[in-house]
């Protein structure tokens, strides 16, 4: 009997130490791509976005190691779970501010409208509860819809085309056109708004390649968000660059375009730093994953909303800003 107990733990502790090397495994993977100097090779560039999980994997690691009496290896996993859970903790904590009624706001929002399929009546409803707005993936035959929607009373600068290349910004109010970020293969608008309390904020929509599985689309992809870095780090004053961004905030290069510009990601901003904006359907997950979709932004933030957009494939990203830097 107690030679039956003894190949019982015997086999029990083995499994818990394979249990804990195939999640510690995968987890110190995922670190080293975060803290990588650069993800555009595969498969870096799509599963640093599942950052966040390692988390979960290096606490399971842990506890089943030490369950094993792998002490040495359960530490490890221990300070991996500890500086994950550290990294991603901020996105979890909200620090956005109260407005007051004299407070002057903006609400801006980035959609993507899913090569022109997203349900045109609902995106404009959508839409018009905003003052600005970024439309990716915006066809030609989407921007008339909207317009029919009531859109056309917004100022815009049309960039629309046809596949996912296009993009629309529209105002409420005035705009200057500006040039639009150049070596880029989709269109990306920029323009300076000037809000009714007379304050110029210039807004970028962005829309860079996606980092599809070859290295020709992962260069293309780094070279496109680094085309937004540098349009970022050119504009001065107040700004907004939003839109699809094809990267999450594990990505080095989107933290390079925030940097360049002293700027905020609005979700991390009010604690909704792991919502995910995609997939929502035809991706690569039958859930959504990743949170791909960015507001970045220099000014205060008061309010975010992250919302479905009927017959889209990614979510829409709305923040009420004030119109001062923070």
Do not use: K
Request: glycine content about 8%; aromatic content about 6%; overall charge negative.
């Amino acid at each position: 009997m107690d030679r039956a107990r003894r190949d019982g733990s015997g086999w029990g502790m083995r499994l818990l130490a394979v249990v804990g090397l195939l999640t510690l495994i995968p987890a110190l993977v995922l670190v080293g791509m975060r803290f990588a100097p650069s993800q555009s090779y595969l498969p870096a560039a799509q599963a640093v976005g599942l950052f966040p999980v390692a988390a979960l994997l290096a606490l399971v690691a842990a506890l089943c190691l030490a369950g094993a009496r792998w002490r040495w290896t359960a530490g490890v996993a221990a300070v991996v779970a500890v500086v994950t859970l550290v990294v991603v903790f901020e996105r979890t904590t909200d620090s956005t501010v109260t407005a007051t009624d004299s407070t002057a706001t903006v609400q801006v929002g980035a959609a993507n409208a899913y090569f022109g399929r997203a349900d045109v009546g609902a995106l404009a409803a959508q839409l018009r509860e905003l003052d600005v707005a970024c439309v990716a993936e915006a066809t030609p035959d989407l921007a008339a819809a909207l317009a029919r929607e009531g859109m056309d009373a917004y100022h815009a600068v049309d960039a629309s085309e046809g596949g996912a290349s296009g993009t629309v910004l529209y105002s409420r109010w005035p705009i200057r056109e500006v040039a639009q970020v150049e070596g880029v293969s989709f269109r990306m608008p920029r323009a300076v708004v000037t809000t009714p309390s007379g304050a110029e904020v210039t807004v970028t929509c962005a829309h860079p390649a996606p980092p599809n599985p070859s290295q020709r689309a992962l260069d293309l992809w780094s070279q496109e968000l680094r085309a937004v870095r540098d349009a970022v780090a050119d504009t001065d004053g107040a700004q907004i660059v939003m839109g699809d961004f094809n990267a999450t905030w594990d990505h080095r290069l989107l933290r390079e375009v925030a940097a360049a510009g002293d700027l905020r990601d609005v979700a991390v901003v009010a604690g909704q730093g792991l919502t995910p904006t995609w997939p929502l359907r035809d991706g690569p997950s039958p859930i959504p994953l990743f949170p791909i979709d960015h507001v970045l932004t220099d000014l205060d933030v008061v309010d975010v909303v992250i919302e479905d957009v009927a017959g889209s494939d990614h979510r829409l990203v709305t923040a009420t800003l004030t119109t001062a830097p923070a």
